[in-house]
């Protein structure tokens, strides 16, 4: 729907188009040599109709967004548009003062300059709303990521994570103190690393799976050899920016809903490939096909799908499911320009 009737300011633009009126007026009185009076009532409604044909200019510019590579082609679309318009606007201005036709060259060059200008206007609404939405994502963005750390604090990230931990840092204490302390170090590292997370939009690719190791160190701790990690990041995956923990919790799905349930040796699998157009990052994990299905939408999933939303719309895509005997998360992100990070 066009901006102007969701707005409600269809009166104000219609106002606009008083000096174009005037304009027109001028150019009949000047050059049809016709009275003030009849000058406005023949230009008062050609000029709304034509107030009415610009608003189409909106639609045309949706169809080609304005980036430099496009530039020639944009320029011709809408110039070829513009005569085309202006040449219909003619038409009726030649049957409002049939008796002289040195006004129509006028009318129509006028018709062109107005199109333009329309077509200049709604770059910029286009523009102006693409910003706002841009600063709501972003500010989503920021709430979210602060959920993220406090969840995180909380062990909401997996609040029998902690209290796991904590069993079998007890435990180990009593067969391999050596293991309790390296334990008790691994979680408070992890639990000190979330800290100041939310201040940051985006951190590096290999900063994130720093926190995924981490994680997975403690639960390598727990699971021994029931756990083994994999890892497949092609070269310059690293920098690539990403929303704080936005992997980890995956990660720890693959965990509760996989190899905890596994009574053999399971694998959890991180990929991730860069290209043009982003990053692609996979989590895969074994699981039990014969255990009974549990819901995997929950915190984890919900979090991620949300935060790629907030973060980059419709760009980002988020898939999950069963597949060859594994468990498959995958994400695509899309690269960003340095402003957008």
Not at 124 to 130: K, Q
Not at 139 to 148: H, T, Y
Request: contains cysteine; glycine residues 6%.
């Amino acid at each position: 729907m066009h901006p102007i009737w969701r707005s409600g300011k269809l009166g104000l633009y219609l106002l606009a188009w008083v000096p174009a009126t005037y304009a027109v007026s001028y150019i009949f009185v000047s050059l049809g040599h016709v009275s003030w009076l009849r000058g406005v009532l023949i230009s008062a409604p050609l000029c709304l109709l034509y107030a009415f044909i610009c608003l189409s200019a909106w639609y045309a510019c949706q169809a080609l967004p304005l980036r430099r590579e496009n530039l020639a082609r944009i320029l011709i679309s809408h110039l070829g548009s513009a005569v085309g318009v202006a040449g219909l606007w003619v038409i009726p201005a030649k049957f409002s003062l049939s008796e002289s036709d040195a006004v129509l060259p006028s009318i129509f060059g006028l018709g062109v300059v107005l199109y333009l200008l329309a077509v200049a206007i709604h770059y910029v609404l286009i523009a102006v709303d693409a910003s706002q939405k841009a600063l709501a994502r972003e500010a989503e963005a920021r709430v979210l990521a602060g959920e993220a750390e406090l969840r995180a604090l909380k062990a909401q990230i997996n609040p029998h994570f902690l209290f796991n931990s904590l069993h079998s840092i007890s435990a180990l204490t009593a067969i391999d103190a050596a293991k309790a302390r390296e334990m008790c170090v691994l979680l408070s590292g992890f639990l000190r690393s979330t800290l100041g997370l939310s201040e940051k939009s985006a951190i590096p690719f290999s900063e994130e799976m720093a926190l995924t190791r981490a994680y997975l160190a403690i639960e390598k701790v727990r699971f021994s050899d029931r756990l083994r990690v994999e890892e497949d990041l092609e070269a310059g995956s690293e920098e690539f920016p990403v929303p704080a923990l936005l992997l980890q919790p995956l990660v720890e799905n693959a965990v509760i809903h996989g190899i905890a349930h596994l009574i053999e040796p399971g694998l959890i699998r991180i990929s991730a490939h860069r290209n043009a157009e982003g990053m692609t990052v996979v989590v895969e994990n074994s699981f039990d096909e014969e255990a009974p299905r549990r819901a995997r939408g929950g915190f984890g999933l919900a979090s991620v799908q949300k935060r790629l939303y907030a973060r980059y719309g419709a760009q980002a895509a988020l898939a999950a499911g069963p597949q060859n005997g594994t468990y498959r998360v995958e994400m695509r992100l899309p690269a960003e320009e340095d402003g957008n990070r």
